[in-house]
């Protein structure tokens, strides 16, 4: 295949073949990224552009191609692959990147419809971006609510249909915004090895720029830095970890004390537990389970980084597991549609089906009958999911409850450090909180803590 041409921008000559790839050879949208960047010559500020060109796309997709079709005399659907990726990437520049000028944006997008597809495209690709420029202003939308929604958000439409349900026209709205926003890189400090003052200080001297966050008291959000976050030595010293300030509650929610025994079923990478470990002053055991090795893996990496030293993270089937002890503290981070994420990956957003929702309750129920089994008399279990689907959170809840010696335990107390609105505050008094994506600035999840009838902790 003959390739762009040099004088064309690389950074947008790469962002068009991955979108190509993505959109076309059905990859991961996070995974080709990374494979693209990892042995790049580009510097970090345009690898930064790469990344925020892709992913804006493939967000925005829905809509970048209702824009697109208004100007286009065949739909966007049955153009040339090679088109489809360079008019998109090009709509996307100009309607969302304010800072890149427009004349850039056409050239680059005419010359790689040259080389890409033919010399006759590359007028249309020139008219048609020409006459977008010129009218972009006068660019409606649909008029009833569900098609306008989806549509401008660029949203599955089956999934607008839910939230208007669930949460009404204006939370909906905002929902969806807040899963168009590129999120923020947040760091949990290791206080077991430096202060949060300590590490903003560091962070400073590295040439990061970073200010305490709002939600958490261990929470820094990184604002500027102009090396990978991997490359920083207060990183490879094990003084910090990234991770979202709402799934920081999880540990402080469950509250495990030093000495005490400790599962943690669904692992993943292990950002909780270490977490936990934490509190508990790195005295006491830790086990982790996750189903996939790679993210044991990964695990086992992250606390010895961390230099926590009473974790186990161990490969295991959840539903399989024989364990000669039972625990303290349960936290079962389940398996779920991920709602109150989608703005973390891109192209999440189009993987979701109504089919898969059946399945994970089922899945989701098993695993809290497991975790209940593993639980000792006086303990205490937390189901969390990074959902904000009642379906895989209240509705799970109530249907264990039916079935199982257990009742909710109030946790508002153990995160008094949050900015929760009074409504919210008495769900978590309560046992339950659903905190919806970008509500407080954070990623949507849900918190159940749980606890055997007739015991009583704090």
Known sequence: MTKPASKTSPVRTLAVKLVHDIEEKGLYANLALENALRNSSLAPADRRQVTGIVNG?????????????????????????????????????????????????????????????????????????????????????????????SVYYSHPKWLVELYLELFGREECARILAYDNIPPAVVLRVNTLRITREGLLNRLKEEGASAVPGRLHPQA???????????????????????????????????????????????????????????????????????????????AWHNFRRLHLENLKALPADILQLN???????????????????????????????????????????????????????????????????????????????????????????????????EGDRRAAADGQLTLLPGKYGSDGMFYALLRRKGFCRK
Not at 344 to 372: F, G, I, V, Y
């Open 57 to 149: 796309t493939i967000r925005m997709i829905r809509h970048l191609d209702w824009v697109l079709n208004l100007f286009l005399s065949k739909k966007i659907e049955g153009q040339n692959p090679w088109l489809k990726s360079i008019l998109r990437v090009s709509v996307y520049q100009i309607l969302f990147m304010d800072r890149l000028p427009d004349h850039a944006v056409v050239n680059d997008a005419v010359e790689l419809t040259r080389v890409r597809v033919n010399q006759s495209m590359s007028k249309v690709t020139n008219g048609v971006l020409r006459n977008l420029i010129r009218h972009q202003e006068e660019i409606n939308f649909p008029e009833d609510p569900v098609n306008y929604l």
């Open 220 to 298: 820094i959000v990184l604002e500027e830095i102009d090396k990978p976050l991997t490359a920083l030595p207060s990183f490879m010293e094990g003084l910090f970890y990234v991770q979202n300030e709402a799934s920081m509650l999880a540990a402080n929610i469950l509250a495990p004390k030093p000495g005490e025994v400790v599962y943690d079923f669904c692992c993943g990478v292990g950002g909780k537990s270490s977490h936990m470990a934490e509190i508990m002053q790195d005295n006491g055991c830790i086990e982790a389970y996750d189903l996939y090795e790679h993210k044991i893996d990964l």
């Open 323 to 421: 364990l000669n002890k039972r625990a303290d503290r349960i936290l079962l981070d389940a398996p779920c549609s991920g709602w109150g994420v989608l703005n973390r990956r891109a192209d999440s957003r189009w993987h979701k089906t109504t089919e898969e929702m059946a399945e994970l309750n089922h899945l989701q129920l098993s695993l809290l009958d497991k975790a209940a089994e593993n639980l000792a008399d006086h303990g205490e279990l937390l189901y969390a999911t990074c959902t904000i689907n009642p379906a895989e959170n209240e509705q799970v809840i109530e249907r264990f409850l039916e079935n199982h010696d257990y009742e909710l335990q109030g946790f508002a107390d153990r995160i008094d450090f949050f900015p929760f609105e």
